[in-house]
């Protein structure tokens, strides 16, 4: 799926905080049915039981319009569900179209009883170019979006949102929207296409006055698995989501992706004559993070390669990963619009033993920064059988540095760049810390290729960060590509994170 086909729309429909006030046609819900904690894995369970048949199509007028008219149509706020009551959230549902060509159920579940929100035309508002477009009996919402009074001054601002097939984002407060969550990714990388599951059907449950989460229940369908999921989303500075998903397998998953991370990376400082652009940075994460079940601190900087490139970092019981942003420093994008130094990371943590597996990191060529080009995921060693279940939880953090604080010096940067003399000049830039000792040549460098020549490693201290500044060089010689891993330590102890970076030819 193209980062347009969800982000585009999603930021087309971002509308400014207002006070919530009584709407002139608050979201209506039809008869109620009874809910527990077992409804949505009995209709997967039975769903993944049959043949996968795709859901109903809006009319085709609705699909077809161009995008600035989408633009021309947005959901009133006034009209939110819950709206004006004082709760801690208000819900806003999204318009079909465009990219988003089957409605999806919407359920509010209070007392244990749950009641569909009905289609209604009027809950939107729009200017007076936007056509008359013919309705259907399959017309209903394309998703949903979270809001709450984050600052405690009146005014709902959103914090999550649920559209495009199984995509799902989040934010801090004060974020911008950046990278994006799936529920499962099928497929990714294979040379026969990509599998995208659809989320279908969402439960949100009504929140008492004083809870701090919303819990939004989700059904996924798609040709190869089924599953129930359960979403316990708490707002603040750090966004958490405590997931919980039960896959049903339709067909044997021998290629799945757990917990999958969709991102956009362009361009930084170790590709930079690629790009001819005012900004030094393009990327909505620049690296993927890892806490093995090794105790090992991975830091592997993100490419964008001339061609489809797999990384598979194999590991038992893996205590976390995520996709980071970690420049911070507007000056580092140099963006108005995109704001990139404030979108957010986000972070696994698994709840209890994955047993073995991979965090699987998946680069794809990208000549614009409209398409998400970066996928990272976890892919067990056993594939789930046909007809078999998985039951999977997890934590998914988002925020500015989600991941649990280490004594490692983090890599701060890469960069790279040619020489006069011929070979390329690899820089790294580490954090500095508590741990940094104040005599350099206390540093042992470990440092490793796979492919090509580099000369011996040069360690000083970078006056900007008084962190230390690895540089080496590297004669790719005839090497298609070459793997590369670094660490500073000091005696038998590490330092630093390990950094790990695949070359490929520019």
């Not at 974020?175 to 995208?196: H, N, Q, V």
């Not at 316990?232 to 067909?251: K, Q, S, V």
């Not at 079940?293 to 598979?312: F, H």
């Not at 000792?437 to 000083?460: C, F, K, W, Y």
Request: aromatic share 10%; with cysteine; net charge negative.
């Amino acid at each position: 799926m193209l980062r347009r086909d969800v982000l585009k729309a999603l930021a087309a429909l971002t509308l400014a905080p207002r006070i919530a006030m009584a709407g002139d046609a608050p979201l209506r819900t039809g008869a109620a049915e009874p809910f527990n904690d077992q409804t949505v894995l009995r209709r997967a369970r039975a769903l993944a039981a049959s043949e996968y048949t795709p859901r109903p199509t809006i009319p085709p007028e609705w699909q077809d319009m161009e995008y600035d008219t989408y633009r021309q149509i947005w959901f009133d706020t006034r009209n939110a569900l819950w709206a004006g009551s004082g709760g801690p959230v208000e819900v806003d549902v999204f318009p079909p179209g465009l990219y988003f060509p089957r409605a999806v159920e919407i359920h509010t579940v209070s007392d244990n009883m749950a009641a569909p929100v009905l289609f209604d035309m009027e809950a939107f508002d729009h200017t007076d170019q936007f056509p008359d477009l013919p309705l259907n009996d399959a017309m209903g919402y394309s998703g949903l979006r979270l809001r709450g009074d984050l600052l405690r001054d009146g005014k709902y601002t959103e914090y999550a949102v649920f559209q495009g097939a199984s995509y799902f984002r989040g934010i801090g407060t004060g974020e911008t929207y950046g990278l994006s969550a799936r529920g499962l990714a099928i497929k990714t990388g294979d040379p026969m296409g990509e599998e995208f599951p659809d989320f279908t059907a969402f439960w949100i449950e009504k929140p008492g006055r004083t809870d701090a989460a919303v819990v939004v229940h989700a059904l996924m369908d798609s040709p190869s698995c089924t599953g129930a999921y359960r979403f316990e989303i708490t707002p603040g500075e750090r966004l958490r989501m405590e997931i919980d998903a039960t896959i049903f397998a339709r067909e044997a998953l021998d290629n799945i992706g757990i917990a999958p991370l969709t991102s956009m990376f362009l361009f930084d400082a170790t590709m930079r004559d690629r790009f001819s652009d005012f900004r030094p940075n393009v990327h909505d994460s620049d690296g993927l993070l890892i806490h093995n079940g090794a105790g090992e601190v991975l830091w592997r900087p993100l490419a964008n390669p001339r061609t489809l490139q797999i990384s598979a970092f194999a590991d038992t019981s893996p205590k976390g990963f995520g996709l980071m942003q970690r420049k911070r420093d507007f000056g580092a994008f140099n963006d108005l619009e995109a704001l990139y130094h404030n979108r957010p990371s986000a972070w696994i943590t698994p709840r209890g033993d994955w047993g073995a597996g991979a965090v699987t990191l998946v680069e794809i060529p990208a000549d614009l920064e409209i398409y998400d080009n970066i996928v990272a995921f976890w892919q067990p060693a056993t594939p789930i059988p046909a007809g078999g279940e998985q039951r999977l939880r997890y934590a998914l953090d988002w925020a500015a540095d989600p991941a649990p604080a280490t004594p490692l010096l983090p890599v701060l940067r890469s960069a790279m760049g040619g020489r006069m003399e011929g070979g390329l000049v690899i820089v790294i830039d580490f954090e500095n810390g508590d741990a940094m000792p104040e005599d350099m040549d206390a540093i042992e460098v470990t440092l490793r290729n796979s492919h090509g020549r580099i000369a011996a490693p040069i360690l000083q201290r970078n006056p900007e960060t008084n962190g230390p500044r690895l540089a080496f060089t590297f004669h790719p010689d005839d090497a298609a590509f070459a793997e590369f891993r670094a660490q500073l330590r000091v005696g038998d102890a590490p330092l630093s994170e390990i950094w790990l970076y695949r070359w490929t030819p520019a």
